[in-house]
């Protein structure tokens, strides 16, 4: 397949006017080619481009066409560069998820790729199923998705649900009756023949998250799991580890200490403890008084809400939703300011201690919500939205793991802002979020990113978010290097210290610092190749002043002339 053929393809999708017989036999041209030839790799993100584009065009035979063609152009890829569909899984797998709802035919065939797709880069779907499939608003999308767990675990046998077990279990409380009978009928299907161990977590899952009882008794008697059964005291493995061949990478399952990392958050890490609902992980000294610096008054006062129980929770915070249906208008901006103060003020009070995982489980809907709120042009508006992440993040901290992700894509874009207060207020919203949440290699990316900002504030303000990484996750230093986030790091230093901007220079320095502290060969690398004027400014921040750590790298004087003498006698 030419790179020619892209661009004609790309032509056809920008006239102004499309062609749709001429378009819909050129889809059908390039169906056929995929299956039969091998695909430039140049030409790949064009393809993904236009075919996730005509996916979703108002033609259906357009759409079918296109999402065909995406079909086989994974499958294509699959067997000829797998690690090209891992660059691409945020843009094509959550098209494919929203597919699993349609007719039988294009289910079938999002279902195959959305296969093809888990064997090439298990994490990346995997997570995507969380957020695009799980937290989906269609609730037929998330029963084809509970459906399709089904599948891949007979597809795949190495498939194993346990980094999804939150996601699975808390779907019981589902609000749609139909979702609930099909999470009932997954969870069964995908525990049926497995181990003790695993049994003995689904239990436990299913108690921290407090099922209704009568949930709760028709999946453990069809799984003929004792109410009063006991952990064993040998573990054993739940579910057939990957062998050496698999596609995953999986050094850090064995070695790394992750008792502090709830399941629900970090899809990255298989086979990790769930952490319960409610109980926060410790958040280190030196993270508060990193914190510190943010003014107390960037978060007002606002009167705390209690609530009497789940279910009034549960209703309150259901009313709220409505408002941020649809784009945001003269006649709903006001409706949706009053619903984020309440939200506040809900959880300023007993909501989240008293009754985490209603809390949580309505948040999933509120969440499109608080984004809208947070990229509003409007400045009071976006500050509230703002500021309700500070409060989830001060108040449930790991609690709002799985909520992270896409707090973080409209904060960081929220940064650049030419209003200061609103570019404030981000900022100080991304710090809370990575001083009081887990540790998640997909964040890493995100400030790799906004550090290589063409905004020179957004930079500034993400060598603030790296030192704070830095200093909040040092426990965790065997995740980063297990997903490569050291050498994102280690770039953003490196191109921070030679920032065009004196200020981004100036903020970057404690950062390599608190760098150093955790990786000192890399940091002394680093630090060799600067020029002089740049090593001094950066010595000059030295909290060791004393310490020898980059000595051994420096040159040896030249001899002087008895030496020379002495050497050549």
Not at 156 to 168: A, N
Not at 554 to 567: S, Y
């Amino acid at each position: 397949m030419s790179y020619s053929d892209a661009l004609s393809l790309q032509r056809q999708f920008s006239q102004r006017e499309i062609d749709i017989d001429s378009l819909v036999n050129f889809l059908s041209y390039l169906r056929h080619e995929f299956k039969h030839q091998a695909v430039e790799l140049k030409a790949i993100e064009i393809y993904f481009f236009c075919l996730i584009k005509g996916s979703f065009y108002q033609n259906i035979k357009v759409s079918q066409y296109s999402f065909a063609c995406l079909c086989h152009l994974v499958k294509r890829i699959y067997f000829q560069d797998q690690p090209k569909l891992r660059r691409y899984a945020n843009d094509v797998v959550p098209v494919l998820i929203e597919k699993l709802a349609e007719n039988s035919k294009v289910h079938d065939i999002a279902r195959k790729a959305l296969t093809d797709y888990w064997r090439a880069t298990s994490l990346e779907v995997e997570r995507c199923l969380r957020k695009a499939g799980f937290l989906n608003e269609s609730f037929i999308v998330r029963e084809q998705t509970l459906k399709f767990l089904c599948s891949l675990q007979a597809a795949e046998p190495k498939f194993s649900p346990r980094t999804l077990l939150f996601d699975i279990v808390s779907t019981l409380r589902d609000p749609v009756e139909s979702v609930r009978s099909a999470c009932k009928d997954c969870v069964v299907d995908l525990y049926k023949n497995a181990a003790l161990q695993a049994m003995t977590e689904l239990k436990a899952e299913i108690q921290n998250q407090k099922i209704s009882s009568n949930m709760a008794s028709e999946v453990l008697s069809a799984l003929r799991i004792q109410e009063n059964m006991e952990e064993p005291k040998t573990p054993v493995a739940p579910f057939e580890a990957p062998d050496a061949a698999s596609n995953v990478d999986m050094p850090s399952m064995k070695r790394t200490p992750l008792a502090l990392l709830p399941v629900q958050a970090q899809d990255e890490n298989r086979n990790v403890p769930s952490m319960p609902l409610g109980v926060s992980q410790a958040v280190p000294q030196s993270v508060e008084v990193f914190l510190q610096q943010i003014p107390a008054s960037a978060n007002d006062d606002l009167k705390p809400a209690f609530v009497a129980s789940s279910s009034d929770l549960e209703i309150q915070m259901e009313g709220l939703i409505s408002a941020f249906d649809g784009k945001e208008t003269e006649a709903n901006w006001a409706q949706r300011q009053k619903n984020i103060m309440i939200l506040r003020e809900i959880i300023r009070g007993n909501a989240y201690e008293d009754h985490a995982i209603t809390f949580i489980t309505c948040l999933r809907s509120l969440s499109g919500g608080i984004n809208k709120a947070v990229s509003s042009l409007r400045t009071t508006l976006s500050a509230h939205g703002c500021k309700l992440i500070m409060d989830l993040a001060s108040t449930a901290k790991n609690g709002i793991d799985p909520f992270v992700d896409g707090f973080m894509q409209s904060l960081v874009k929220l940064s650049s802002s030419t209003k200061k207060i609103a570019a404030q207020n981000a900022n100080f919203a991304i710090m809370l979020l990575l001083g009081y949440t887990s540790f998640q290699p997909r964040v890493a990316g995100m400030i790799s990113s906004a550090c290589r900002d063409k905004n020179a504030q957004t930079r500034l303000y993400a060598a603030g978010w790296l030192q704070l990484t830095l200093i909040a996750h040092q426990a965790h230093k065997t995740i980063m290097e297990s997903f490569n986030c050291v050498e994102l790091f280690e770039n953003c230093i490196k191109s921070g210290l030679a920032d065009a901007n004196p200020k981004v220079r100036e903020a970057v320095r404690p950062t390599y610092w608190e760098f150093q502290s955790i990786w000192p060969q890399r940091a002394a690398v680093i630090i060799k190749n600067l020029d002089t004027m740049a090593k001094k400014a950066l010595e000059k921040l030295n909290p060791k002043p004393e310490s020898t750590v980059h000595k051994a790298d420096e040159k040896r004087p030249p001899l002087r002339g008895i030496d020379r003498v002495a050497l050549k006698s």
